[in-house]
C-alpha cells in the first residue's frame, strides 16, 4: 500500500464510522476496521523490519571491507614472506594468490581481424 493510499483508506474509514448511511451493504463495517487494523500494524513492523535490515546490511558492509582489509595484509605479509623463502609461506601464497589472477578475455571466435 503506497503512502497516498493509506491516508486515503484512512479517511474512508473514518467517513463509514461517521457517516454510516453511506457504505455499501456489501461492505461489513466490522471487517473494514478489523482489516485496516491490521493493515497499519503490519507496515509499521515492516518499516521497523526495513530500518532493522539495512542497519544490518550496512554492518555487514563495513565488517566485510575491515575484514577484507585485513586480509589483504596478511596476503601482502606472506606474499613477502614468500619472497624470502619462509618456511610454508609459499604453498600460502600460491594459493591465496589465485584471487588476483587475471583471466583471459574471451573470444568471438573470429580471427581478430
Known sequence: ?????????????????????????YVNQ??????????????ALIRIMAQIQDTMSDT??????????????????????????APEAKAIYEDMRKRFEKKPRATNGGSGV
Open 30 to 43: 466490522a471487517d473494514f476496521q478489523k482489516d485496516w487494523n491490521n493493515c497499519t500494524g503490519l507496515i
Open 1 to 25: 500500500m503506497s503512502d497516498g493510499t493509506e491516508p486515503f483508506v484512512d479517511k474512508a474509514l473514518d467517513y463509514s464510522i461517521n457517516s454510516p448511511e453511506f457504505l455499501p451493504a
Open 60 to 85: 555487514a558492509m563495513l565488517s566485510g571491507s575491515e575484514a577484507y582489509v585485513s586480509a589483504l595484509s596478511y596476503y601482502n605479509s606472506v606474499k613477502q614472506a614468500a619472497k624470502i623463502n
